[in-house]
């Protein structure tokens, strides 16, 4: 060995410290040098034993072992981070992911040691978000969902886990892009030759997509899947929505909104020749801004019913339509106000047909009632007569409907009443058949019997009881009771 200084071969070793020193210029070559060679010991009783100590891999001391030396044990931090490492390196394994992510997941577990994020958590939880962290800073095609299959484990605690992780540590993970999973997907369905077509259609299906503001704020899953179901169909492979909903894990529920949405953009009334050749520039109107319009316009339609239905009433009543405010409709305002019906008959017409809109006065107590009931039916009765007495027959024939006037007034009564309609002629065919297999039963309760509550007070004891023994009905007689003797109880009682 040559001193790299001044080239000298002088060099000077000792053994003991593990350093090397050249003679010539006093530099030093080698510093605590680690002997890599294996040596063994023999001892009193004959057994050989390894010379040295073992420094494992990532661990800040060594375990002494050899003659006269105890076993040290780990502490728990090392026990912690030595069950860890074989749970990552089965996991990646397991999901088919290079060491690589291994050795990074690994990193993400000691911050999450270091921060007390483990502490009251499942180890193969924190295992399983730190691995998915790579997944999702590498891009590669695994989902959460996948590590949840893997644990046997609901994917919405994983999720819940993994979100904590990431604002315990500050990470901003990038968002994922459908396109990344869309291969893999297709492979699954099997598509044979055709593969790589489907996926290169569902592909420009999930740009157009995002163009068209419908990847936005959705989860990946179900892009990839409403687009894998279009362009299966764009070639002629009847894949059913279950199959879809297998392979991608999700709900068929998503899956058709998915469709919905994309069914209601400029580009999904195109047809397959068309779409693939052309590119609309111009980008629809997200989904959420299209059910909200969608919204108003009904809103918008149910108060124009409701306007319908108070003209009509208008118009039952003798009066003409004025412009009603739709607002005061909506908030259940009053809307017969006076000057919105003019009657077309005399005054008395028009007082009866407002005379609901007056309020009830306050009636007289019970003892006014009493006193003066007499008096009460005697001045009704003279009014009522009056009322009669102006009342002449071209009134009542306008307060009678007319024919166009009671079909109006049917159809609505048909069209708010139509669901118990519906229920009742369903019972009636359902009774019907019963009746022609022979299995009709007809369920009828039996009558409660009233009791004479208006009755006053007993007068006597002897009476009090002949109530009680005496029964309602014929056939509620006890064969154990006189009822013979219960005329004689009076006098037994004197």
Request: charged residues 30%.
């Amino acid at each position: 060995m040559a001193c790299p200084h001044c080239g000298g071969n002088s060099i000077e070793y000792d053994a003991g410290q593990g350093n090397a020193t050249c003679t010539q210029c006093g530099t030093v070559l080698e510093e605590n040098t680690i002997i890599a060679e294996i040596s063994f010991s023999e001892g009193s009783g004959g057994a050989a034993s390894v010379v040295g100590t073992f420094v494992g891999e990532g661990k800040a001391g060594a375990r002494s072992s050899g003659p006269g030396r105890r076993q040290t044990s780990q502490e728990s931090r090392e026990k912690t981070l030595d069950a860890a490492r074989r749970r990552i390196t089965a996991m990646a394994v397991a999901l088919k992911l290079n060491e690589h992510h291994a050795e990074v997941a690994q990193r993400y577990f000691n911050l999450a040691i270091t921060n007390n994020f483990i502490q009251g958590r499942r180890s193969e939880h924190v295992v399983a978000c730190c691995l998915y962290i790579v997944c999702r800073n590498e891009r590669t095609t695994h989902m959460l969902i996948d590590f949840s299959e893997l644990l046997q484990l609901n994917v919405f605690k994983l999720g819940v886990t993994f979100l904590h992780l990431t604002k315990q540590l500050n990470l901003v993970l990038p968002l994922v892009d459908p396109s990344l999973y869309i291969s893999r997907f297709a492979t699954m369905l099997d598509f044979g030759e055709d593969t790589q077509r489907v996926a290169n259609d569902a592909l420009r299906l999930v740009s157009r997509m995002d163009r068209d503001w419908i990847r936005t704020g959705r989860r990946p899953a179900g892009i990839c899947g409403a687009c894998l179901l279009i362009a299966a169909r764009m070639h002629h492979y009847r894949r059913s929505p279950k199959e879809i909903i297998q392979v991608v894990k999700i709900g068929e529920a998503t899956l058709r909104k998915r469709l919905e949405e994309f069914a209601a953009t400029p580009s999904g009334q195109l047809t397959v020749a068309d779409f693939r050749e052309l590119w609309l520039e111009d980008a629809a109107d997200p989904p959420s801004f299209e059910k909200s319009r969608k919204r108003s316009h009904w809103e918008l339609e149910e108060d124009e019913e409701k306007q319908d239905e108070v003209n009509q009433e208008i118009i039952r009543r003798g009066g003409r339509v004025h412009k009603v405010d739709l607002q005061q409709v909506k908030e259940g305002a009053e809307v017969l106000e006076p000057g919105h019906i003019e009657s077309q008959t005399t005054a008395g017409t028009r007082t009866a047909d407002l005379e609901h809109m007056a309020p009830i006065p306050n009636g007289p107590s019970s003892q006014e009632r009493k006193g003066g009931g007499e008096e009460e039916k005697e001045g009704d009765t003279e009014e009522e007569e009056e009322q009669l007495d102006d009342v002449d027959d071209e009134e009542i024939e306008n307060i009678i409907l007319n024919e166009e006037e009671v079909k109006i007034k049917t159809q609505v009564w048909m069209e708010f009443n139509k669901e118990y309609l519906q229920e009742q002629e369903a019972k009636r065919a359902r009774i019907e058949m019963e009746k022609k297999m022979g299995i009709y039963h007809n369920k009828k309760g039996r009558k409660k019997v009233k009791r004479n509550t208006t009755a006053g007070p007993h007068t006597s004891a002897a009476e009090a009881g002949k109530n009680i023994l005496q029964p309602k009905l014929p056939r509620l007689k006890s064969k154990k009771i006189n009822y013979s003797a219960l005329e004689t109880m009076d006098e037994l009682f004197d």
